[in-house]
């Protein structure tokens, strides 16, 4: 099992949403948060003072999944995310251990 976390720009989240949902993926966590990369944030102006944005809002999506859908999910999320323009954002994945789903008990991945 994977755990795929995209980050991505918000106005994007529902285009990932879809096209993770047209592959047949049901669970995703969604998170709102702030960070920049190469984006380095950027300046504004509120009432005559500028001011400097370092941390840009973006959306973290975490997807667990068996190892077989893994390529069928980061093109998926690359493919819907992208706009060509700096800050799209980026993909990680990374090992799950153990899957446990509390209500019912059942382990590994029947409790995807």
């Given at each position: 099992?994977?755990?795929?976390?995209?980050?991505?720009?918000?106005?994007?989240?529902?285009?990932?949403?879809?096209?993770l949902?047209?592959?047949?993926?049901?669970?995703i966590t969604?998170?709102?948060?702030k960070?920049f990369?190469?984006?380095?944030?950027?300046?504004?102006l509120?009432?005559g003072?500028?001011?400097?944005?370092d941390?840009?809002?973006?959306?973290?999506?975490?997807?667990?999944?068996?190892?077989?859908?893994?390529?069928?999910?980061?093109?998926?999320?690359?493919?819907?995310?992208?706009?060509?323009?700096?800050?799209?954002?980026?993909i990680?994945?990374?090992?799950?251990?153990?899957?446990?789903?509390?209500?019912?008990?059942?382990?590994?991945?029947?409790?995807?």
């Amino acid at each position: 099992m994977k755990k795929i976390e995209a980050i991505v720009k918000p106005f994007k989240l529902d285009e990932v949403k879809d096209a993770l949902n047209e592959i047949g993926i049901q669970g995703i966590t969604v998170s709102e948060v702030k960070g920049f990369g190469r984006q380095k944030g950027h300046t504004e102006l509120y009432r005559g003072a500028e001011y400097v944005v370092d941390f840009l809002p973006k959306v973290k999506m975490e997807i667990i999944v068996s190892d077989n859908l893994v390529p069928k999910v980061i093109e998926a999320i690359e493919k819907s995310a992208k706009t060509g323009r700096i800050g799209d954002g980026k993909i990680f994945v990374t090992e799950v251990l153990e899957v446990v789903r509390i209500r019912t008990g059942e382990r590994g991945e029947s409790a995807i």
